[in-house]
């Protein structure tokens, strides 16, 4: 099945999201949507999908214009999506949430999960997506969860399947095994519209890749383009993907982990006793795949897990068991793996948040008054200096995208002296300009002498930025490695091999 | 200029449209609920005119019963400001327990127990005002305190166990409440508290050096309080707007987890906004004795507590509108006794005026839908929290 939009233009007040989008979906290819966060995607996906109406313009499918005016219109004609943020109940089954709106029941009103499981294994050795009618949806990874997601989709008959940035939550195991489901799903003969802003994956699937700069299709490129071409027809400028890694001074430890151990509520060890230090002047980079107690040693650095053993030295001096405040007054900048829910109030106004950690220093208080003029003159300067995007720093921080949100974390959190910068998964979910800005600063903070810990599950960045790269896997600290190691030796560290069984192969 | 008046403009909108939609809907019930009127069914002009009689008089009764009365001008024309005075009586205490339930929603607590520290508020200041003989001024000023300093440890005991042990602020708040108020059932039968000679639960009189001073003669029940609640107002949009304490109380209330990550304390907040929200409360209960009751009964706090919860989420959890809330529902209150007793409509019905004001602002979907606003500026988030917020 074909899917054509002709002239789609939608509009939001004065912003034009989306400006007469021209584009054609062959059967059986994979068309990749290529923009940074902004561009429009999401906008054009959502009128396809039913859940926008579109100003003017029109959708074909197999040459017929048809009217989609609701997620079960598209559902009719064969249109499925699979949406960043899965829409699965966490506490049902697989069988229960694919079945769910769909219920079919025996006379006696009792649900019919038996023939929505044998459907569901049909899809699944159709497909080649193998998934557990009765696992319970909340203990299965993201990866899966993404299956169910898909076979959702592919068991009311979906002929063209929107994805929508599919690999942000995924590991890049996980990522790898997503392509190749649509690689089958395509010879199987499902269109597959891939929304993303990451050029590796792109290249990797694509048949024909449709670039979107500011709601207008600005290119349409074969995925023989280079990486570097995409960048910049993304961006609508020169993109430098791989900072230099020129030489720079490194001085001594200014951040030691003894045997640090941090435990959940049930006591239960999430990371066991790692042991390592970074120098000032230094990028440590933790890699590792999500869930192997990262994001609780990048929280446990600053105290903010309840539960931590073991000894924090920074600058020499014990932190371990000082309150939050304290450990980031210390000289610890913390950059929150979820901006949303740590990093900003949104809520608040820029100028606000800029002050969220620094609101009882001079020159912000005196005793208890808040002065806003103080407030408001210092907001105007990380504006500028930090490029955050915005008609005024009184709006409410929920107004800006996700860049620019970023970009009031990391003011905020570099706007004070600092010893070391813990920055955790700092350009998840970005545009490709804001990925650049973020290495930008982090290298920036090296070269002043900080000593930087880079907790990422992107290996590239993990490989551009890294003096050192650390391995966590189940909590622990496989190896620390020189960054001249290869994609392939990080991969099987990252797996659980340690070096010395990748001698012995 | 332009921008802060459109900005009034916007907040006051939903409250505003639903305000006006409640009274309809209780003309509609006033109407219909009167015999005479419906005995009219038949034709339908005189249906019309007899149906507009009778809620034009209910309306009429409300507003002389609230606002102003000519029939009580009798030597001049400030008598007839008599029923005003009593809104602001009325409007007194609601305001500052009003202020107590509107403190808790910024800092993202739902504090449910105004009643129970109303109480405290009460019992504190009562004891002072009739056990002790001070110089006027600094008597008031102990009372007061002491009411203060009861309902802020009740209060702040809330806090405490929230943030030591993470118990819901709504189940302790509410589990208090009743505390509260068989405690003072039980107090008032004590020798220390039981006025001599009497069998039914009533404290002393507070000494004269005790009471608010009366602000419109002997004739008027206004007393002094009305600028207490006005300066505690005043105190909160301060405490809010201008310090670093009321900035870490927003900050928690709008996002905690980010709250917590930028190193304010979580535990400090709620401690601290569950003892200011007491001490607001008991203010009220305070106020309430040594303006207008002057003597600790069971029934001393009424329904102030309750009432302040809508009081707050009307006037949008802020200083000033909640002042107008209050004085709103003290209005409706005191003109709501005058149309029961000139019309025959039953009081009531004021409480249906209030339950419908409250539905529609938090339902503010639906006030757009039947006005077709573009854009309503609604702080659902205040009513949407649920259980775990």
Redesign the interface.
């Known amino acids: 099945m074909s899917l054509e939009l002709r002239g789609i233009t939608k509009t939001f007040g004065s912003f034009t999201a989306n400006d007469s989008i021209d584009l054609k979906v062959e059967t059986g290819q994979i068309h990749a949507i290529l923009g940074e966060n902004g561009a429009g995607k999401s906008t054009l996906m959502n009128i396809v999908y039913g859940l926008l109406k579109a100003d003017s313009g029109e959708i074909l499918i197999d040459g017929k214009v048809v009217d989609i005016s609701n997620p079960s219109d598209a559902l009719n004609v064969g249109i499925g999506m699979v949406h960043q943020h899965f829409m699965l109940i966490p506490v049902f089954t697989v069988a229960e949430n694919i079945m769910l709106g769909h219920e079919k029941s025996s006379k006696l009103r009792v649900l019919d999960l038996d023939q929505a499981r044998a459907a569901i294994r049909a899809i699944s050795e159709d497909f080649g997506l193998q998934v557990d009618p009765d696992a319970i949806v909340e203990t299965l990874p993201v990866g899966i969860q993404q299956k169910v997601e898909i076979i959702k989709a592919l068991i009311y008959e979906a002929k063209v399947l929107i994805l929508d940035e599919p690999t942000a939550v995924l590991t890049p195991q996980e990522t790898d095994e997503l392509l190749n489901t649509m690689r089958d799903l395509k010879n199987k003969g499902t269109s597959i519209i891939f929304i993303t802003h990451k050029l590796r994956e792109v290249r990797a699937v694509a048949d024909q890749i449709t670039i979107i700069r500011r709601g207008k299709v600005v290119a349409a490129v074969s995925p023989e383009t280079s990486e570097g071409e995409l960048a910049s027809m993304m961006v609508g400028r020169a993109v430098d993907l791989s900072p230099e890694k020129y030489q720079h001074e490194m001085g001594g430890a200014i951040l030691e982990v003894k045997n640090l151990t941090v435990r959940d509520a049930l006591g239960a060890a999430i990371v066991k006793g790692v042991n390592f230090h970074v120098n000032a002047g230094e990028v440590l980079a933790v890699a590792g795949v999500q869930g192997n107690g990262q994001s609780e040693l990048a929280r446990a650095l600053i105290n903010l897990e309840d539960h931590i053993e073991g000894s924090i030295l920074l600058d020499g001096e014990e932190i371990r068991g000082a309150s939050i405040k304290d450990s980031l007054h210390a000289g610890i900048a913390f950059i929150p793996e979820s901006r949303e829910l740590d990093g900003v109030i949104g809520s608040f106004s820029i100028a606000e948040n800029l002050i969220l950690d620094l609101h009882e220093l001079s020159p912000y208080s005196k005793g208890i008054n808040l002065s806003a003029k103080v407030m408001q003159s210092e907001a105007e300067k990380r504006v500028a200096e930090f490029d955050i995007r915005t008609q005024s720093i009184l709006d409410a921080v929920s107004t800006l995208s996700g860049g620019n949100k970023q970009k009031v974390v990391i003011a905020r959190e570099l706007s004070r002296p600092i010893k070391v910068l813990v920055a955790s998964q700092p350009t998840r979910g970005l545009d490709v300009g804001s990925i650049e800005f973020v290495h930008e600063r982090i290298l920036a903070e090296r070269d002043a002498g900080r000593g930087v810990i880079l907790f990422s599950t992107e290996l590239d960045e993990v490989i551009a930025l890294a003096d050192r790269i650390a391995v966590m896997y189940r909590g622990e600290i496989l190896g620390i490695v020189d960054s001249k190691v290869t994609r392939e030796e990080l991969g099987l560290l990252m797996a659980g091999v340690t070096s010395a069984k990748v001698g012995a192969e | 200029m332009k921008n802060t008046i459109s900005r009034i403009g916007q907040s006051i909108k939903l409250p505003g449209l639903s305000f006006l939609m409640a009274f309809t809907i209780t003309g509609i019930i006033i109407a219909v609920s009167d015999e005479k009127v419906m005995n009219k069914i038949g034709s339908p002009i005189e249906f019309l005119k007899s149906a507009g009689a009778s809620v034009g008089n209910a309306y009429l009764a409300l507003f002389q019963g609230s606002i102003y009365d000519n029939r009580l001008a009798k030597s001049n024309f400030f008598e007839g400001f008599y029923p005003f005075f009593e809104t602001l009586v009325t409007a007194t205490p609601l305001i500052l327990t009003g202020l107590s339930v509107a403190l808790a929603f910024k800092s993202g607590l739902f504090n449910i127990g105004a009643q129970g520290q109303f109480i405290f508020g009460a019992i504190g200041a009562s004891y002072v005002g009739f056990r002790f003989e001070l110089p006027v001024g600094i008597h008031i000023l102990a009372a007061a305190l002491a009411g203060i300093v009861l309902a802020a440890i009740w209060g702040g005991l809330v806090g405490f166990l929230k943030a030591k042990t993470g118990a819901h602020e709504v189940i302790l708040t509410i589990m208090l409440n009743y505390i509260a108020a068989f405690f003072i059932l039980w107090l008032l039968k004590t020798k220390t508290f039981l006025r001599p000679g009497r069998i039914d639960p009533i404290a002393p009189e507070v000494a004269d050096s005790a009471k608010l001073p009366l602000l419109a003669g002997e004739n008027f029940r206004i007393h002094a309080g009305i600028f207490i609640a006005l300066a505690a107002a005043l105190f909160v949009w301060w405490l809010l707007t201008?310090?670093?304490?009321?900035?870490?109380f927003?900050?928690v209330g709008?996002?905690s987890?980010?709250?917590?990550?930028?190193?304010?304390?979580v535990p400090f907040v709620i401690t601290s906004t569950m003892m200011i929200c007491g001490a607001l409360a008991g203010l009220g209960g305070a106020v309430h004795v040594l303006g207008s009751e002057h003597a600790l009964n069971t029934d001393v706090a009424g329904s102030f507590g309750f009432d302040a919860i809508t009081v707050a989420l009307l006037g949008r959890a802020q200083p000033l509108g909640t002042v107008f809330a209050a004085l709103l529902f003290g209005a409706l209150h005191t003109g709501g006794r005058m149309m029961q007793s000139n019309t025959g409509v039953p009081l009531d019905i004021v409480v249906v005026t209030q339950g419908l004001i409250v539905l529609f602002i938090a339902a503010p979907m639906f006030v757009r839908y039947i006005f077709r606003l573009k854009k309503l500026n609604a702080s659902t988030?205040l009513t949407s929290k649920g259980w775990n917020g």
Do not use: D, M, V
Not at chain 2, 242 to 248: C, F, S
Not at chain 2, 257 to 265: D, E, L
């Open positions: 201008k310090t670093t304490i009321g900035y870490k927003r900050a709008a996002n987890q980010a709250a917590r990550t930028a190193g304010i304390s988030s």
